[in-house]
């Protein structure tokens, strides 16, 4: 069984990157998300971890994802016996990644106490890559 505290969500972010961020490259970016055990889905077709980058205004395409070695997805419970998880995704960007907006995005798979499966996602705060 999974939870997470009052108030908040699967998916929410827990430590985003400052506000109006910008990072160079070869940076470390770090997030972390109230997730959930990630066993509840392997994401054999899917991934834990995207960066996406922003084309024009609105549109948000995957650039890396968690089989990109500048990516890393990992994932903690504060102790043994707690239904509460964190996934920590660091992003070291990579020398040819082109400047321009970025986010991260954590997918995973809840489960309840009667065993139901729920997915989530979630996205950090926008950041510059200059």
């Not at 991934?47 to 995957?62: H, I």
Request: with cysteine.
């Amino acid at each position: 069984m999974d939870a997470t505290p009052a108030g908040v969500n699967f998916g929410d972010v827990k430590s985003d990157v400052p506000n109006n961020s910008t990072f160079k490259r070869g940076d470390m970016v770090s997030v972390v998300f109230w997730s959930a055990c990630p066993r509840n889905d392997l994401m054999t077709e899917g991934t834990f971890a995207l960066v996406e980058a922003l084309q024009g205004k609105e549109t948000w395409v995957p650039s890396y994802d968690d089989d990109d070695f500048c990516l890393r997805f990992k994932w903690s419970r504060p102790s043994k016996l707690s239904t509460r998880s964190m996934a920590t995704i660091e992003w070291r960007i990579p020398e040819s990644a082109p400047p321009g907006v970025y986010r991260i995005r954590h997918f995973g798979a809840s489960k309840g106490l009667l065993g139901a499966i729920r997915h989530f996602a979630g996205s950090s705060s926008a950041f510059v890559v200059s």
